[in-house]
């Protein structure tokens, strides 16, 4: 069964550092897509990155970048320049449609804390 | 400002009840998707629609139900309500219906059963 494991459930930096939040992935499936989302105390959820499966070169949203190894099934982000305004919960999340089966599964969340 | 609607923001009812929660896409957005996001059970999909028709089920009760109707926005029906469905209903939207669509999330209703 596929699985999206974020094994930080809470992490912290300072304002201006760089933090990378990582995510492990399972499955047996080729194409897929995988996501990060971050949630704001707000609770709406909103997309920071994605990434094609299908695709080596690794997705860069401005200051947030992934390390996507598909051998190892790890989707890390990283966020450079850490803003006080990045302070929110964030989810990892894995797409796939083997055999018109959709799948979406997300990981339990990382709590990231900026600190001025 | 996602451009995804949904009313109400907060619904507080009591167990054995039933309640409808409304979702209005972004304009041109074909696809809708429910979500529930609970403290034990974390975000997890329900259920996917586009131009009308189910397409995809994640893990939706049988108790719960939905349906797009023809101007695309969508209603997630929850009956013989318990006191673990208190959630956060979230509905999304995409122009596509395949997994690689962008979703764009609306901003939630908070159900609370008592």
């Known amino acids: 069964a596929q699985t999206v494991t974020q094994s930080q459930p809470e992490m912290s930096v300072q304002e201006a550092e760089t933090v990378t939040l990582s995510c492990t992935y399972d499955t047996s499936e080729n194409n897929y897509y995988l996501f990060w989302y971050k949630q704001p105390p707000s609770r709406q959820m909103i997309l920071v990155i994605r990434?094609?499966?299908?695709?080596?070169q690794n997705a860069t949203e401005n200051r947030f970048s992934v390390n996507f190894q598909k051998a190892a099934k790890s989707f890390s982000l990283k966020i450079s320049d850490s803003q006080l305004g990045d302070t929110a919960m964030y989810f990892c999340a894995f797409m796939e449609d083997p055999s018109g089966t959709y799948k979406y599964i997300f990981g339990t969340g990382t709590r990231l804390k900026v600190l001025a | 400002d996602s451009g995804v609607t949904q009313t109400p923001k907060h619904l507080i009812t009591a167990t054995g009840q039933r309640v409808t929660l409304r979702c209005s896409p972004r304009?041109?957005?074909?696809?809708v998707y429910w979500y529930q996001q609970s403290l034990d059970q974390g975000l997890q999909f329900l259920i996917q629609y586009y131009n009308g028709e189910e397409r995809a089920k994640g893990n939706i009760l049988e108790r719960f139900s939905a349906q797009q109707f023809p101007d695309l926005h969508s209603e997630l029906n929850l009956s013989s309500l318990e006191l673990g469905d208190s959630a956060l209903y979230f509905c999304?939207?995409?122009?596509?219906?395949?997994?690689?669509?962008?979703?764009?999330f609306g901003p939630g209703t908070r159900l609370l059963v008592l």
């Open positions: 304009s041109g957005d074909l696809s």
């Open positions: 999304a939207s995409s122009v596509g219906s395949g997994v690689q669509e962008t979703q764009y």
């Open positions: 990434q094609e499966a299908y695709k080596q």
